[in-house]
Antibody, heavy 122, light 108 residues
Framework: QVQLVESGGGVVQPGRSLRLSCAAS????????MHWVRQAPGKGLEWVAL????????YYADSVKGRFTISRGNSKNTLYLQMNSLRAEDTAVYYC???????????????WGRGTLVTVSS | EIVMTQSPATLSVSPGERATLSCRAS??????LAWYQQKVGQAPRLLIY???TRATAIPARFSGSGSGTEFTLTISSLQSEDFAVYFC??????????FGGGTKVEIK
C-alpha cells in the first residue's frame, strides 16, 4: 500500500526539541524528493522543508531556517524533521509529502501522510 | 512571496451541481499550480498539477484551467465524496512555495 505515516508529535515546551519521523511504503522512497508541510490550527498550509532524493539538496522556509533540519534514511524508507528551539508559532499539524517529480524536483506533492500534531506550550 | 487568494471561502452546492472554485496569484505563476482536496482527518490528495493535468486516479469530473494569475477548479457534477476543503498551491517561485487559504465545499 502506497502511504506515508508520520509520528513523533506531542506537547513540548518552548525552546525544547522534537524529532518527527515519516515512514514510507509502497514506492521506491530513495527515488523521490520529500517535503514537510505544516498547518497551524485554523490556518492554511505552510511549506516547511524539502530534501532531494539523494540528500544532496535541502531547502527550508525562512520561518524555520537555522532551527529545523530535514534528513532521510533511505535504507529505512524514513524521512525525519529535527526541530530545535521550538516556538509557540511552530504549533501545527506536520505533514510529510512526496514530491511529484522523480530524479528532478517538481515542487508539488503527489502523496501526503495524515500528519502528526506538534504543540509548543509551557 | 507570492500570495495565493482563493474564493469563495465557502461554497454551498447541491449534489449533482457544478462547483467552480477560484484561485488568484499576486503575480504570474505561469502554469505552475496544483490543486488539493482535504477531508477532515484525512491526508490531503493531489487533484491537479500544471494547472490542468489530472493526477493519477482522479475522476474526470475534476478539471483545472487558467494560467498566469487566474485559475479555476471545476467539479462538473458534485458527488457526496467531493464535499471537502480545496487548496491551490503555486510552485513557480520555488522554494518559496505558497498555498491559498482554501475553499470549503459544503452541501447545500
Amino acid at each position: 500500500q502506497v502511504q506515508l505515516v508520520e509520528s513523533g508529535g506531542g506537547v513540548v515546551q518552548p525552546g525544547r526539541s522534537l524529532r518527527l519521523s515519516c515512514a514510507a511504503s509502497g514506492f521506491t522512497f530513495s527515488s523521490y524528493g520529500m517535503h514537510w508541510v505544516r498547518q497551524a490550527p485554523g490556518k492554511g498550509l505552510e511549506w516547511v522543508a524539502l530534501l532531494s532524493y539523494d540528500g544532496s539538496n535541502r531547502y527550508y522556509a525562512d520561518s524555520v531556517k537555522g532551527r529545523f533540519t530535514i534528513s532521510r534514511g533511505n535504507s529505512k524508507n524514513t524521512l525525519y524533521l529535527q526541530m530545535n528551539s521550538l516556538r509557540a508559532e511552530d504549533t501545527a499539524v506536520y505533514y510529510c509529502a512526496k514530491d511529484g517529480g522523480g530524479d528532478y524536483l517538481a515542487w508539488y506533492f503527489d502523496l501526503w501522510g495524515r500528519g502528526t500534531l506538534v504543540t509548543v506550550s509551557s | 512571496e507570492i500570495v495565493m487568494t482563493q474564493s469563495p471561502a465557502t461554497l454551498s452546492v447541491s449534489p449533482g451541481e457544478r462547483a467552480t472554485l477560484s484561485c488568484r496569484a499576486s503575480q504570474s505563476v505561469s502554469s505552475n499550480l496544483a490543486w488539493y482536496q482535504q477531508k477532515v482527518g484525512q491526508a490531503p490528495r493531489l487533484l491537479i498539477y500544471g494547472a490542468s493535468t489530472r493526477a493519477t486516479a482522479i475522476p474526470a469530473r475534476f478539471s483545472g484551467s487558467g494560467s498566469g494569475t487566474e485559475f479555476t477548479l471545476t467539479i462538473s457534477s458534485l458527488q457526496s465524496e467531493d464535499f471537502a476543503v480545496y487548496f491551490c498551491q503555486q510552485f513557480n517561485n520555488w522554494p518559496l512555495l505558497t498555498f491559498g487559504g482554501g475553499t470549503k465545499v459544503e452541501i447545500k
